[in-house]
């Protein structure tokens, strides 16, 4: 197989190529949509609103929705213009169609998929069985109902979001609205929590005769946060929600009183690993199996069980799974990385948007050995009542659609696992964005030194800049660099993102110098300051790869949004750690050490890069694939059992 030795090549290569892929039926129903519109404008808001409800009264007495869609959205884009002063662009109705038969339209950045989105939701609430929008993050939800709601209550149309601040009684009244924004974790665990509250669900035989039946116990809906049966979900981000964040489960733990010790144990043995050497003592088997003690480390444990420090009545066995533990935290979880340390808590980063994933916990103790590790208080350790995966979760609704600026390079997996296909819309006017060369270096050192220098000669032209990192730790040094070469910048990471729209917002202005971790391409358009598109426009910097093609093409299209101009380019060093993760860390050292000593010309490693890029990203669709076949055995296991697949009996 050839390898694609450019980044600038590779992203060509996934661009829009006009509208090959939209069929031309769909540019018919734009005319008619548009010729509709036009006919609206003179009617009264009342007027509108009736002709709404005729749509919906239509559609109950049997009607397509299809047949419907253009006359729903002509009068939902009239109302867009006189609530929002914005009428959707050929483009986005494109988009629209396209989710609304089913498939993930793909769409750039700064293309507008709010709007779009809404124009699917209004369709497709008209049956009045609600239909959820997942978002990439709380704010989005939140930003976004609330920007459109006055479109949607101009039809009659209620709408509620779902957030991890939610209260109970408010994820009730959200679920009953026409329209539920939320997040994917936030629907995941209501559906979660609904099952452990539901007697009622948790045998598959019950279910099973109910639908056999049409059984329904009394009082069954009562206590569910949702008890309708899900209808639709349009899903923001789909490529980040149902291929990178869909390698572990979604999981509610319980309390584990059988673990109430594990405090003292933690503690112990975080105290205790600094005396253990690799390989004398214990094997690295890599951070999927983590650490396995020797027979002489097992020694030196019960060794340290005499000592009066050790916890009262800890048996070897324990201390031995403690001590794997406590190695495999102290080589594989890095705080600024994978975690923050937050108001005395420990905080996962979620590693595809660099924000805190606010509720979640790592499993089987890993959490609580964190938490010794950094001296912070630990939390009583929790077992799985229920889990679910991403792929059982939208695998519920009758009707899934989504879009995203990055889908292309995913098509085959969606097309596979979720029996979605992908449609490239084209951008609503041509691209100017230049994809610059990649700067390769040896050492990480002499990367972080031209990014800084890049910097500021565009800064000195007045150009802004925006540089994304991989980690919390990676910006602060950075910045640490900037202030020292007196750029003045601000930074975006997990520890204040609740500023997040306020700094993205601004970064287009002339001069403005901005870092951020991955979060930096979802959600918030950048909009050029006065001055900037004649100077070049915004200028992006990936400061190394992603373990994910997308999340850099995220970054990257940042640039030269609609229309505008503006330039990207990818900075990286032979230090990587890309390299580790997809060639293995002996061969990134050698590679690093041949080209030292062979004074080869850099620019030639570009592909080992991609290569690694590359086997990172098969890696991580194998642990998908794996996931997916584990959950399905498990589910038929416990089916056999008559217990519910997706609660765990104790």
């Known amino acids: 197989?050839?390898?694609?030795?450019?980044?600038?090549?590779?992203?060509?290569?996934?661009?829009?190529?006009?509208?090959?892929?939209?069929?031309?039926?769909?540019?018919?129903?734009?005319?008619?949509?548009?010729?509709?519109?036009?006919?609206?404008?003179?009617?009264?808001?009342?007027?509108?609103?009736?002709?709404?409800?005729?749509?919906?009264?239509?559609?109950?007495?049997?009607?397509?929705?299809?047949?419907?869609?253009?006359?729903?959205?002509?009068?939902?884009?009239?109302?867009?213009?006189?609530?929002?002063?914005?009428?959707?662009?050929?483009?986005?109705?494109?988009?629209?169609?396209?989710?609304?038969?089913?498939?993930?339209?793909?769409?750039?950045?700064?293309?507008?998929?709010?709007?779009?989105?809404?124009?699917?939701?209004?369709?497709?609430?008209?049956?009045?069985?609600?239909?959820?929008?997942?978002?990439?993050?709380?704010?989005?939800?939140?930003?976004?109902?609330?920007?459109?709601?006055?479109?949607?209550?101009?039809?009659?149309?209620?709408?509620?979001?779902?957030?991890?601040?939610?209260?109970?009684?408010?994820?009730?009244?959200?679920?009953?609205?026409?329209?539920?924004?939320?997040?994917?974790?936030?629907?995941?665990?209501?559906?979660?929590?609904?099952?452990?509250?539901?007697?009622?669900?948790?045998?598959?035989?019950?279910?099973?005769?109910?639908?056999?039946?049409?059984?329904?116990?009394?009082?069954?809906?009562?206590?569910?946060?949702?008890?309708?049966?899900?209808?639709?979900?349009?899903?923001?981000?789909?490529?980040?929600?149902?291929?990178?964040?869909?390698?572990?489960?979604?999981?509610?733990?319980?309390?584990?009183?059988?673990?109430?010790?594990?405090?003292?144990?933690?503690?112990?043995?975080?105290?205790?690993?600094?005396?253990?050497?690799?390989?004398?003592?214990?094997?690295?088997?890599?951070?999927?199996?983590?650490?396995?003690?020797?027979?002489?480390?097992?020694?030196?444990i019960r060794e340290l069980l005499l000592q009066p420090a050790a916890p009262h009545s800890l048996d070897p066995g324990t201390a031995y799974l403690a001590s794997e533990r406590a190695l495999k935290v102290d080589s594989y979880f890095q705080q600024g990385r994978d975690y923050v340390v937050r108001e005395g808590k420990v905080a996962i980063v979620d590693e595809f948007t660099g924000r805190i994933a606010e509720g979640r916990m790592w499993q089987n103790g890993i959490h609580q050995a964190i938490e010794a590790k950094e001296g912070v208080e630990i939390t009583s350790p929790t077992k799985v009542g229920a889990q679910t995966t991403v792929q059982e979760l939208f695998a519920r609704y009758t009707r899934m659609a989504g879009m995203t600026g990055t889908a292309a390079s995913a098509r085959s997996e969606f097309k596979k696992v979720f029996g979605t296909p992908v449609i490239t819309i084209p951008t609503n006017r041509p691209g100017q964005r230049a994809l610059l060369s990649e700067q390769v270096f040896l050492t990480a050192e002499e990367k972080w030194t031209a990014i800084v220098e890049e910097t500021a000669a565009l800064h000195r032209q007045g150009r802004p800049v925006l540089i994304g990192t991989r980690s919390v730790n990676l910006s602060n040094q950075l910045a640490a660099r900037l202030e020292a070469a007196g750029l003045e910048h601000e930074v975006l990471h997990a520890l204040n993102h609740e500023n997040e729209a306020a700094i993205i917002e601004q970064a287009g202005q002339p001069g403005r110098i901005t870092v951020a971790t991955n979060m930096a391409g979802r959600g918030t358009d950048i909009l050029l300051g006065e001055g900037v598109a004649a100077e070049g426009g915004l200028h992006v910097i990936c400061s190394e790869l992603h373990e994910s093609t997308r999340i850099d093409r995220q970054l990257t299209g940042r640039a030269a949004r609609q229309g505008d101009p503006g330039s990207a380019r990818v900075f990286l060093s032979l230090e990587d750690d890309i390299l580790a993760s997809g060639l293995g860390a002996e061969q990134a050292a050698a590679l690093l050490a041949d080209y030292q000593r062979a004074g080869r010309e850099l620019q030639s490693a570009v592909r080992h890069f991609y290569q690694a890029q590359s086997r990172v990203e098969k890696r991580h669709e194998r642990q998908r694939v794996e996931l997916v076949n584990r959950i399905s055995e498990r589910r038929q296991m416990l089916q056999q059992m008559g217990q519910h697949a997706n609660l765990n009996a104790h």
């Open 1 to 300: 197989m050839k390898i694609i030795s450019s980044l600038t090549d590779r992203f060509r290569g996934m661009l829009p190529n006009g509208s090959t892929e939209v069929p031309a039926r769909w540019w018919t129903l734009v005319e008619q949509i548009q010729g509709l519109q036009v006919g609206y404008t003179g009617w009264t808001e009342s007027e509108l609103f009736d002709e709404w409800n005729s749509l919906r009264y239509r559609v109950q007495s049997g009607e397509s929705l299809t047949e419907l869609l253009p006359e729903a959205f002509a009068i939902i884009s009239e109302q867009m213009q006189r609530h929002l002063g914005m009428t959707p662009y050929p483009v986005q109705y494109l988009g629209a169609i396209a989710m609304h038969e089913g498939t993930i339209a793909e769409m750039q950045t700064g293309e507008g998929k709010t709007l779009t989105a809404a124009l699917t939701l209004c369709l497709n609430a008209l049956p009045e069985r609600g239909i959820h929008i997942a978002t990439a993050n709380d704010y989005l939800a939140e930003r976004d109902a609330r920007w459109l709601s006055p479109v949607y209550h101009s039809l009659g149309m209620t709408v509620g979001t779902v957030t991890a601040a939610s209260s109970m009684s408010e994820r009730r009244a959200a679920y009953e609205c026409d329209i539920t924004y939320g997040t994917a974790r936030e629907f995941g665990f209501d559906y979660l929590r609904d099952l452990l509250n539901s007697p009622e669900l948790k045998t598959s035989t019950t279910v099973r005769r109910q639908q056999l039946f049409g059984q329904k116990q009394e009082n069954e809906d009562q206590g569910l946060l949702n008890p309708r049966t899900p209808y639709m979900v349009v899903i923001d981000e789909a490529d980040s929600i149902l291929i990178d964040e869909a390698r572990t489960p979604l999981i509610i733990g319980q309390t584990d009183l059988s673990e109430a010790r594990l405090a003292d144990v933690c503690q112990w043995s975080a105290a205790q690993v600094s005396r253990l050497e690799e390989s004398e003592h214990f094997i690295d088997h890599g951070p999927q199996k983590g650490m396995e003690l020797t027979e002489a480390g097992r020694r030196v």
